[in-house]
Structure formats: C-alpha cells, structure tokens
C-alpha cells in the first residue's frame, strides 16, 4: 500500500514568490496535517484538516494557508515568500482526530526561498 | 510556547548498551505522549506511545516511561543496535481548546558499533 506521498521533493523559490506543496494521504485517512521543520528543530504544527474543513492551526501568518479536496488529499500555499520559509515541510495522515492518533509522514517538500 | 522540550540534542551510546532520551513537558493536559524516529531524506515514523494514565509502555526492545508528577517521559532502548541510529521526537496532540500537535526539538542518538 501506498505510503503518504508530497509532491515535489525540492523547490527553489525567490522571495515575495508564492508556492503550492501537495500531500496525497494513506488510502482512508481522513486527517491531513502540515508540519514546517528548519535545521536543528523539531516539526511545527501548521494546519490539520479533516473532512475537508481545518480542526487545528499553529503559531504561522496568514500567509500560510491549506485547503482539502473530496478525496482527502491535501495542499499547502503559502504566499509572499520570505527568506525564513525555507525549511523541510513535511504533510502527515492520520485515522482521526484523536489524542492517540498517530501521525504517518510523508519524506517531505524541500523548500529553499532565495 | 514550547510544552514539550527535549533538552539533551546528541547521545552517544555503545551498541548493546541501553539508551535513555528524556522529554520534558510543561502542559498537564496531554492525555498522550509519543516517540517518533527520523532517518535522513526520511519522514519521521511513530515509535510508541503512551497514554497519560500508564506510567509504563513496552514493545519490545522500546519501553517508554511517565512521570506525571514531574511531567517528565523517557524512551528506554535496550539493546542498542546500530540500525537505532536517528533523531528521536518526543510529541504530544493537545486536545483542549485549538487543536494542535506539539513536537520536541529531538535528540539524535548515534549507536556505536
């Protein structure tokens, strides 16, 4: 079965540009959530979805924002890109919403802002 | 606000050794704590967890232990192999108010062979 997959891998952006990061979850997961992860630092919650509407937000500008489709796959946009957006973002399924629901990762979208 | 800290970033140990990674919490709310694991070039991928009414959870050479009255958990493994060798992620989903799911700043372990 097929794991959680993000699109692209890596992506070079200059600043003030906007970006589009895509997440495909484990088939009947139907919780999707954005991680950021800079160098040296544990992943920052951004966003969870689930059923298509957001059920969390983290400590991130407007800027930053999500959405989920019908089938449960899910896209990260931010926009006004700054030199501090770089960093690894990772998009995570889960079965719900609960406390012990674990979180399946995807690899990743390496984004460097020049 | 960071509620869950893990304090100690690098560890050392000698493979067959046991190895301790200690987390930190300041939010008694959490019902659950995990571990997760991080290769390189690799999403992080769930470990164990705990719920916060145990004060002991093992799988196998993994056991993870809770000290609610210090807000403090470990993740015990023992025998270390060198396949053990990552970034450890202490996280924990809080369920009160806005969602969200907090993750330690991590420890890499690098087991020696």
């Known amino acids: 079965d097929a794991g959680v997959t993000q699109s692209p891998t890596h992506l070079i952006k200059t600043r003030g540009q906007h970006v589009t990061l895509r997440c495909s979850p484990i088939?009947?997961?139907?919780?999707v959530s954005w991680y950021q992860q800079v160098l040296g630092q544990g992943p920052q919650f951004i966003f969870q979805?689930?059923?298509?509407?957001?059920?969390g937000r983290g400590n991130f500008p407007d800027r930053f924002s999500a959405r989920q489709f019908p089938n449960y796959s899910s896209e990260l946009n931010v926009n006004a890109l700054l030199l501090g957006d770089s960093a690894l973002y990772l998009c995570?399924?889960?079965?719900?919403?609960?406390?012990?629901?674990?979180?399946?990762f995807g690899a990743g979208t390496r984004l460097s802002v020049l | 606000d960071q509620q869950v800290k893990q304090n100690s970033p690098s560890l050392s140990v000698q493979e067959g050794r046991i190895s301790i990674l200690n987390c930190d919490y300041t939010?008694?709310?959490?019902?659950?704590f995990l571990w997760y694991k991080k290769y390189p070039a690799e999403g992080p991928t769930f470990l164990i967890s705990?719920?916060?009414?145990?004060d002991k959870n093992e799988d196998g050479r993994f056991t993870v232990f809770l000290n609610k009255s210090a807000k403090h958990l470990s993740l015990h493994i023992v025998p270390s192999q060198p396949g053990d060798s990552a970034v450890y992620f202490c996280a924990a989903p809080r369920t009160s108010g806005t969602y969200k799911y907090i993750f330690g700043t991590g420890t890499r372990l690098k087991v020696l062979a």
């Open positions: 979805y689930y059923e298509k509407e957001e059920r």
């Open positions: 088939s009947g997961h139907k919780s």
């Open positions: 705990i719920s916060s009414i145990k």
């Open positions: 939010n008694s709310m959490f019902d659950y």
């Open positions: 995570a399924s889960s079965l719900g919403v609960t406390g012990a629901a674990i979180q399946y």
